[in-house]
């Protein structure tokens, strides 16, 4: 169930994020280009699905995974989150520059999302017996 939640927030932070740089693109291009009725120009819309078809794998096989992972073994800290969102485009960074710096781009965010929403995992407060005092 985790993983579902982890999943379901990676792709919802993955769709704000993309829409957000595409309606950046469309509203730069909308002095050239025509605005269709969602208020986007083509190259608003064809950055809207490249960045979902590209951030979909990611989230799917790699970022939601990992951070149930991390929540699994009580890692789910700040910085590893944060790490786990910018390490695809730590890894493309020598490879393109500006590949890598579009993957942190939308990575960072995205598991700071993430982590907001499902939080670090289960706590002690639940436990039958009391963590303080019990003998």
Do not use: E, H
């Amino acid at each position: 169930m985790r993983l579902v939640k982890a999943i379901t927030a990676g792709l919802i932070g993955l769709v704000a994020c993309a829409a957000l740089l595409a309606y950046t693109i469309s509203y730069f291009d909308s002095t050239y280009q025509p605005i269709n009725s969602f208020g986007l120009t083509a190259s608003g819309l064809v950055t809207l699905s490249f960045s979902v078809i590209v951030g979909l794998p990611f989230i799917v096989l790699f970022g939601a995974p990992a951070y149930t992972l991390l929540v699994r073994y009580n890692r789910a800290k700040w910085p590893y989150v944060l790490l786990l969102g910018a390490l695809p485009g730590l890894i493309a960074l020598p490879f393109n520059w500006g590949l890598g710096l579009f993957f942190m781009a939308f990575g960072i965010p995205i598991s700071a999302f993430v982590r907001l929403v499902c939080g670090v995992g289960p706590n002690n407060s639940f436990k039958p017996t009391p963590l303080r005092g019990a003998a």
